[in-house]
Nanobody
């Protein structure tokens, strides 16, 4: 089994920044991808970002259109932790943010990683609230 634990959420004013962390523990995989999704009240879950690689020395990142240029996903291999740096936050970024792990062999496909059904493991989520 794999456990994913998110942290770093909170309340921030518009224009501010937050960094979310997602620590993975349990079963390990040779190669895998991790992603961030979010869900606001009354809305469907939305793809935010993903990081994947055949080898982690050369990862590739993907972003949702609404966060491109403002959010950055990264990973610390030694800590099995993925981060989501969120800058220039807007009230519409308010949501519960979830990290997820796809244990299948990494592939270079934004469509694949932006689809939540392709992820095997999910964290419990962390609330991000952006005030105007």
């Amino acid at each position: 089994q794999v456990q994913l634990v998110e942290s770093g959420g909170g309340l921030v004013q518009a224009g501010g920044s937050l960094r979310l962390s997602c620590a993975a523990s349990g079963r390990t995989f040779t190669t895998y991808a991790m992603g961030w999704f979010r869900q606001a009240p009354g809305k469907e879950r939305e793809f935010v970002a993903a990081i994947a690689a055949i080898t982690w020395s050369n990862p590739i990142t993907y972003y949702g259109d609404s966060v491109k240029g403002r959010f950055t996903i990264s990973r610390d291999n030694a800590k099995n932790t993925v981060y989501l740096q969120m800058n220039s936050l807007k009230p519409e970024d308010t949501a519960v943010y979830y990290c997820a792990l796809d244990s299948e062999r990494a592939r270079y496909s934004r469509l694949y990683y932006s689809t939540d059904a392709n992820y095997d493991y999910w964290g419990q989520g962390t609330q991000v609230t952006v005030s105007s």
